[in-house]
């Protein structure tokens, strides 16, 4: 009894172990952070994720998307006059005045730089009416984006407990940001200056909430102490209240490798070092692979009868992967897979079939193959009308030459006739 106690005890210790094990594999990076993501910004893959899906609640990160669909549904350079009165707006803002009018370019740095509420509020007024109409099309946008579990019920992420998103839904959202010139170029903006107006009397001046931009305080760092100021990133959006505590999504490049990274509900200056712990975990084990170029021949196939002869194809965009710097492109199978009836006259850019990737017999991606070159008959109609012009042309030619010749023939028959009935005349007077 005694040794079979003893057996159930070493049994559960090591389950126990393992699934510690497990659990810290998940968290190598020992980030403070709740939930955390790192993907790729080109193909969207995953490379590392703490919490991926779990309900968060975003603070101003949620302006990620309220000005992805300002920058979608406004002019950049109309001007906004507010004309009625705002109201009280809780926590950061541009304290906009009633008859102030600036235009939605001016009002957008404001808003990622600064992270004004208000002009969040001014947005979905001139948007959809309303802040629960604008709602509703950050929702709508946000399932169109392949959001997995998010709720917004207001633009600028004050709290509510109805307003959630999860950090794979965020980084989704600044990849699709980050997507626009225009945006990318606003949120790496370190500072922002707007003159006077009639109502405020003097400039405002903003700096970026994101401290990656500029700082110089310091934050502990892989056992050093370092600036938070990081010239990798670019952007894009902090966040903060009471509640979802500090919020980072941020984005940087390096050797043509560019990563979204999304940290929820960290702590003080901590928000900046798991994020950068994400970053540098990603340009330090991945690279981008390009497997396969646009419109480079893949491969080809005879086609008889045809002016070409041979047909070249390959796939539409380029082909890239993000792996383990160890990867080997190599490694990678390729099946394809042709049409079986491709029927004549085959244009450039035609898809006649398809070609999967495989990687240790897991399939990665699956794309169109498209005709590299044009395919036609050995004899077309074109040709054949061609042909009939031709010979039309010299039968008309020959009809128009015979004809020619018989009215000469007919004209020298004539002459003679005339010419012998005068030598009759003259006989028969002799």
């Known amino acids: 009894m005694k040794s079979k106690l003893i057996t159930v005890i070493i049994i559960l210790n090591f389950l126990f172990l393992s699934t510690f094990q497990t659990f810290a594999s998940n968290d190598f990076l020992n980030l403070k952070g ?21 309900k968060m609640y975003p603070a101003s990160t949620t302006k990620i998307m309220t000005a992805l669909l300002a920058y979608q549904n406004l002019d950049i350079n109309k ?18 005045l009633q008859g102030e009018s600036f235009s939605v370019d001016q009002y957008m740095h404001a808003f990622l730089i600064k992270s004004c509420n208000d002009i969040a ?36 992420g004050l709290h509510d407990d109805n307003h959630y998103t999860c950090v794979y839904d965020l980084a989704l959202f600044s ?7 225009y945006l990318r170029n606003v949120v790496k903006t370190v500072s922002y200056t707007l003159d006077e ?40 959006k902090t966040g903060y209240t009471s509640k979802a505590r500090n919020c980072l999504s941020s984005s940087g490049e390096k050797d043509k490798l560019r990563l979204i990274a999304v940290v929820l509900k960290s702590e003080g200056f901590e928000i900046y070092t798991d994020s950068r712990k994400l970053i540098d975990y990603g340009f330090d084990n991945f690279k981008r692979f390009v497997i396969q170029n646009k419109n480079n021949r893949i491969g080809s196939k005879e086609f008889k009868f045809s002016k070409e002869n041979i047909l070249n194809y390959g796939i539409k965009d380029d082909f890239t992967l993000v792996e383990k710097k160890d990867f080997l492109p190599s490694s990678l199978k390729k099946q ?75 004209f020298i028959n004539l002459k003679r006739r005339k010419k ?8 028969k007077i002799s």
């Open 79 to 96: 001007k906004i006059t507010l004309d009625y009165d705002l109201g009280f707006i809780d926590g950061s803002s541009m304290y906009l």
């Open 34 to 54: 709740e939930a955390a993501i790192l993907m790729d910004y080109e193909t969207g893959k995953i490379l590392y994720s703490k919490n991926p899906y779990k």
């Open 197 to 236: 107006t009639a109502q405020t009397p003097e400039k405002r001046y903003y700096r970026n909430t994101n401290r990656f931009l500029w700082s110089t305080r310091d934050i502990d760092y892989k056992g050093k102490t370092i600036d938070i100021k990081y010239d990798l990133i670019d952007g894009i």
């Open 336 to 410: 394809i897979e042709l049409e079986k009836n491709i029927s004549y006259p085959i244009k450039k850019g035609d898809v006649i079939g398809n070609i999967s990737y495989y990687n240790n017999d897991e399939l990665i991606t699956k794309r169109s193959l498209i005709a590299l070159n044009d395919v036609h008959f050995l004899i077309t109609m074109d040709d054949i009308l061609a042909f009939v012009m031709k010979i039309l042309k010299y039968l008309f030619i020959i009809i128009f030459t015979l004809f020619f010749i018989c009215l000469i023939i007919r």
């Open 121 to 156: 509020v001014l947005f979905a007024n001139a948007i959809s009416g309303s802040v629960e109409e604008f709602a509703k099309l950050m929702n709508q946008k946000a399932n169109e984006l392949g959001a997995q579990n998010t709720h917004f019920t207001n633009p600028n």
């Open 420 to 427: 012998n009935r005068k030598k009759r005349k003259r006989k």
């Open 175 to 181: 990849k699709e940001l980050m997507k626009y010139n």
